[in-house]
């Protein structure tokens, strides 16, 4: 258990919707990070927060959004949802060390 | 910004056998190269790492090694073990708490 939780563990929704994953990071890092992993795929960073603020953004779709607040908990919020964007989404965090510790993710499946 | 490519894609070896997994990276400014392994439907877990101030690093079966001047790491496992089994990642990062740069993944199947 790396102390990195996520909510839910699966979701299924229809094309066209929006959904919200959340993540609390370890207690005391400062800084979270949402990658996507799509099938058979490798890590795509989507963005980090670092303490509130949005620190670094990778390749992620206008249709997606993030937030961290100030219990530095983070929400990523995926609007219109379509087929493609069914995947396993991680977020990690850290604090002042280079190590990312990761949650158990969120399978998205989108029909 | 930082391009990570990794080599080779999949990899079947025989159990106690030596696995070698490369990874070049682009950007000479990056000095922090995590390696991770994941299990199928599981977590990216943190296995290894090396600080561009280090040439190479050992743990038990692990190592890795980094080459500046090619910009080139790997990852060597022996002995191998089926529950080696897993995808690795590399990556690259610059500075602590800056976003990871990841390669594309290595599938390692060690055969009993």
């Known amino acids: 258990d790396s102390g990195v939780t996520q909510t839910p563990k699966h979701l299924i929704t229809a094309t066209g919707q929006r959904v919200t994953l959340r993540c609390s990071p370890r207690s005391g890092d400062l800084s979270v990070y949402w990658y996507q992993q799509s099938l058979d795929q490798g890590l795509q960073f989507l963005i980090q927060?670092?303490?509130?603020?949005?620190?670094a953004k990778g390749n992620i779709l206008e249709r997606f959004s993030a937030q961290q607040f100030p219990d530095l908990h983070s929400e990523l919020n995926l609007s219109s949802l379509e087929l493609g964007d069914s995947a396993l989404y991680f977020c990690?965090?850290?604090?002042?060390?280079?190590?990312?510790?990761f949650g158990p993710g969120t399978r998205l499946t989108v029909l | 910004g930082e391009n990570v490519e990794q080599h080779p894609s999949t990899l079947s070896v025989q159990e106690g056998d030596s696995a070698v997994i490369k990874c070049t990276y682009s950007d000479s400014a990056s000095n922090y190269f995590p390696w991770y392994k994941q299990e199928l439907g599981k977590r990216p877990q943190l296995i290894i790492d090396?600080?561009?101030?280090?040439g190479e690093k050992k743990d038990q079966r692990i190592a890795v090694t980094l080459n500046k001047t090619a910009k080139h790491f790997s990852l060597h496992i022996t002995e191998t073990q089926p529950e080696d089994s897993a995808v690795y990642f590399c990556?690259?990062?610059?500075?602590?708490?800056?976003?990871?740069?990841f390669g594309t993944g290595t599938s390692l199947t060690v055969i009993p």
């Open positions: 927060y670092y303490n509130g603020e949005e620190r």
């Open positions: 090396i600080r561009s101030n280090v």
């Open positions: 990690a965090s850290s604090v002042r060390s280079n190590e990312q510790f």
């Open positions: 990556a690259a990062s610059q500075n602590t708490g800056n976003q990871f740069y």
